[in-house]
Nanobody, 119 residues
Framework: EVQLQASGGGLVQAGGSLRLSCAAS????????IGWFRQAPGKGRERVSC????????NYADSVKGRFTISRDNAKNTAYLQMNSLKPEDTAVYYC????????????WGQGTLVTVSS
């Protein structure tokens, strides 16, 4: 059974930092791209960032460029999202997903972790 476990969310003041983790099991981790998505209250899901499996290339939503950094540790079957300079508009439930390539939609999804940024 494939499982993706997102963790690391919490309450932080604007300007603060959090690091989210996505621990995967039941799949060949280094064969999948990992994406981070978020959904704010009353809004649709937004792709935040993705890291590819083959060359580790990354991409980011314009709204988080320069503030968020995605990374992965294949030895630990874990991906990370370092979030700096957080803003109240970053408040959302954050999800991680595994997909064959960053150009595709998420295939395996984890449960979300809530990030709340206070002003």
């Amino acid at each position: 059974e494939v499982q993706l476990q997102a963790s690391g969310g919490g309450l932080v003041q604007a300007g603060g930092s959090l690091r989210l983790s996505c621990a995967a099991s039941g799949l060949i981790f280094d064969g999948y791209a990992i994406g981070w998505f978020r959904q704010a209250p009353g809004k649709g899901r937004e792709r935040v960032s993705c890291i590819d499996s083959s060359d580790g290339s990354t991409n980011y939503a314009d709204s988080v460029k320069g503030r968020f950094t995605i990374s992965r540790d294949n030895a630990k079957n874990t991906a990370y999202l370092q979030m700096n300079s957080l803003k109240p508009e970053d408040t959302a439930v954050y999800y991680c997903a595994a997909m064959i390539a960053c150009s595709l939609e998420g295939y395996y999804w984890g449960q979300g972790t809530l990030v709340t940024v206070s002003s």
